[in-house]
């Protein structure tokens, strides 16, 4: 009985290891081209534009600090 056990824990082992083989030996490729076409031209736009406002924004309220600071 013990034999019969082992056996098939032996033969368990050496199936896994033979469709973890197969797995890892398989290559999958992605086609990305949609999405890097997709980030280089709206969604770049669309974060130049925001970033351009975020500064702005920035610059402004800094030159109203600067105003309050000069007369108070």
Same mark, same amino acid.
């Given at each position: ?10 033969? $368990?082992?050496? @199936?896994? /290891?033979?469709? &973890?083989?197969?797995?890892?030996a398989q290559t999958t490729?992605f086609d990305v081209s949609? !999405?890097?076409? $997709?980030?280089? @031209?709206? /969604?770049?736009? &669309? ?5 351009t406002a975020v500064i702005?924004?920035?610059?402004? !309220? ?11």
């Amino acid at each position: 009985m013990g034999n019969k056990v082992n056996a098939v824990k032996a033969l $368990l082992v050496v @199936g896994l /290891i033979g469709v &973890a083989g197969a797995a890892s030996a398989q290559t999958t490729s992605f086609d990305v081209s949609s !999405a890097v076409t $997709l980030i280089n @031209g709206d /969604i770049r736009a &669309a974060i130049v534009s925001v970033g351009t406002a975020v500064i702005g924004l920035a610059a402004v !309220a800094m030159g109203i600090k600067w105003v309050k600071a000069t007369f108070f």
